[in-house]
């Protein structure tokens, strides 16, 4: 994921002034790099850092690893500046994160299964489904429904020879508000960004 943004970068002539590898065992340098004070308050309390206040536009953490991206998180809740957080939206799926965070600092996370729940296709899709089976839908029941209803689509309008068919088609909308593309590519490559908007996951970049 990291070489895919940075050759995605290199292509939109977008400046990445440092990439480093973290680990478990490294993680400490979260701190070090972001967060290293260099000018305190009369309180003690850091006002400056070696990585200057506003010098970059974002920090996108290519793990979702805990111990990782809340290092990074509470770096640059610290840093109390403009600096983006971009991530996945695996990492709140995790019992111990503060959601208000993650719409205070304007953090934006890539959903590759995000499906607006208020769009008048999900509508459909739940209200049928609680009538056939009397319970609301599970994330793996919506990625199911859609799945086979894209490849059922598929099939029919393509035959059996879908794949190169596909790569070679443009947006393909999905049952559920979705959109897919596979431009000589084995994989969709429409990904939306969310973040928090009073409380509520919603969609930034359509993709």
């Not at 995000?114 to 009397?134: A, H």
């Not at 947006?171 to 973040?195: D, I, T, W």
Request: charged letters at 25%.
């Amino acid at each position: 994921m990291a070489n895919a943004f940075l050759k995605r970068a290199e292509e939109l002539n977008i400046k990445v002034a440092l990439t480093k590898q973290i680990s478990k065992a490294n993680s400490h340098e979260v701190y070090t790099t972001l967060v290293n004070p260099t000018k305190f308050d009369k309180f003690r309390n850091p006002i400056e850092f070696q990585l200057k206040k506003d010098s970059i536009g974002s920090v996108f953490v290519a793990s979702d690893d805990e111990l990782i991206f809340t290092k990074v998180i509470s770096s640059i809740d610290r840093r109390a500046d403009s600096v983006i957080i971009i991530g996945q939206d695996t990492w709140i799926d995790k019992p111990s994160m503060d959601l208000d965070k993650f719409e205070r600092l304007h953090i934006m996370m890539s959903s590759p299964e995000y499906t607006d729940v208020f769009s008048p296709e999900y509508q459909l899709f739940r209200k049928r489904y609680v009538n056939n089976f009397g319970v609301l839908p599970t994330t793996f029941a919506k990625i199911g429904f859609e799945s086979m209803m894209f490849i059922g689509k598929a099939l029919k309008e393509f035959g059996t020879g879908l794949l190169p068919s596909l790569q070679q088609s443009p947006e393909l909308p999905g049952s559920l508000g979705r959109l897919y593309h596979y431009p000589e590519a084995q994989c969709n490559k429409q990904v939306p960004f969310v973040h928090f908007e009073y409380g509520e996951l919603r969609i930034l970049y359509d993709y």
